[in-house]
């Protein structure tokens, strides 16, 4: 069964960065079938897509989030990470780790983590 596991700092202070990691059990990030993205739900509104790396390692990001989000990966660990720079409190949210299927325009996920509380506070 495949199985992905946010885990990171549930509190970050404003300006700093926020840092998650992704433990992916079950498969690898690296077989070249799925992508892996960060979706965040801020409280009261949707989903909210951050950005994939894909199986090769390059990455794609929203254009809202670009600036500030960089997703990079530990192969030896199956592992991916999302670190969102300069936070504010409206970058408080649940953050999500998911498998993305390869659709056209990305977005069709077949497992999700169970999403982690990121809260952005002084």
């Known amino acids: 069964q495949v199985q992905l596991q946010e885990s990171g700092p549930g509190l970050v202070k404003p300006s700093q960065t926020l840092s998650l990691t992704c433990t992916v059990s079950?498969?690898?990030?690296?077989?070249?079938?799925?992508?892996w993205s960060w979706i965040r739900q801020v409280p009261g509104k949707g989903l909210e897509w951050m950005g994939i790396?894909?199986?090769?390692?390059?990455?794609y990001y929203s254009p809202s989030l670009k600036s500030r989000t960089s997703i990079s990966r530990d192969t030896s660990k199956n592992q991916f990470t999302l670190q969102l720079t300069s936070v504010t409190p409206e970058d408080t949210a649940v953050y999500y780790c998911?498998?993305?299927?390869?659709?056209?325009?990305?977005?069709?996920?077949?497992?999700w983590g169970q999403g982690t509380q990121v809260t952005v506070s002084s």
């Open positions: 079950g498969a690898s990030i690296t077989t070249n079938s799925y992508y």
């Open positions: 790396i894909t199986y090769s390692g390059t990455t």
């Open positions: 998911a498998r993305d299927v390869m659709t056209t325009g990305w977005g069709d996920y077949d497992y």
